[in-house]
């Protein structure tokens, strides 16, 4: 068990241009969220997923985000046409019974 | 909206001494209470979970919680150079398990030796 494990640890885009980040959580843990959190703040609830199914979905998750979990192992999370906006630490965790496990997290920053 | 608040801080104390962090929660239907370390550009890491009122001890770290008050304490005893750090609270959505958490903004904690 290596913990959740997320890539890349950062990424630069141009504004525009679409971005994906991977979570591999903790294998024994069903249930995946992402967060995202910008300087100074506290991490900002995206989405989560039971297995496959995504069971809940953030008002701050606009159209251009999109997040998968396919067949309940890994999972994506897609910014489409980014904006400096969006330039934040995008967060992954897994849980068990007692809390979260946060991955590294990924960087992003869009100029 | 849910909110969790803290105290801002920044909050600096000597190496040895207590550290009192403090958080509020809106929600009263929250039943899972939980305090996360952030070290400076590092992901947040758990360091105590509460779900009960009372004291919950683990090594130096005490977690205190009050529901009627819908309060959440963590004191640090023997405080050391290597506590520096943000720390976050967080409180669950209406007591779902294991669903979404409310976080704090932090407070930053400074220990000097």
């Known amino acids: 068990d290596t913990g959740v494990s997320q890539n890349p640890r950062h990424k630069i885009t141009k504004r525009g241009q679409n971005v994906t980040f991977r979570c591999d959580p903790i294998?024994?843990?069903?249930?995946l969220y992402w967060y995202r959190q910008t300087l100074g703040q506290g991490p900002e609830f995206l989405t989560y997923?039971?297995?496959?199914?995504?069971?809940?979905k953030s008002r701050l998750l606009s159209d251009r985000f999109s997040a998968e979990r396919p067949k309940g192992s890994f999972s994506t999370l897609e910014i489409q046409r980014t904006e400096q906006g969006d330039s934040a630490m995008y967060l992954c965790?897994?849980?068990?019974?007692?809390?979260?496990?946060f991955g590294s997290g990924t960087r992003l920053t869009v100029v | 909206q849910k909110e969790v608040e803290q105290n801002s801080g920044p909050l600096s104390v000597p190496e040895g001494a207590i550290a009192s962090l403090n958080c509020t929660y809106s929600?009263?239907?929250?039943?899972?209470f939980f305090w996360y370390r952030q070290y400076s550009g590092k992901s947040p890491e758990l360091i105590m979970s509460?779900?009960?009122?009372g004291d919950k001890e683990d090594g130096r770290f005490t977690a205190q919680l009050n529901k009627a008050s819908q309060y959440v304490s963590l004191l640090i005893r023997d405080s050391q150079p290597s506590d520096s750090a943000t720390y976050l609270c967080?409180?669950?959505?209406?007591?779902?398990?294991?669903?979404?958490?409310?976080f704090g903004r932090g407070t930053q904690l400074t220990v000097w030796p």
């Open positions: 997923f039971q297995n496959e199914a995504q069971l809940e």
């Open positions: 929600d009263r239907g929250s039943q899972s």
């Open positions: 509460i779900y009960s009122n």
């Open positions: 294998s024994e843990h069903n249930r």
């Open positions: 967080a409180a669950d959505d209406r007591g779902s398990t294991l669903g979404r958490l409310y």
């Open positions: 965790a897994s849980s068990s019974t007692d809390g979260y496990t």
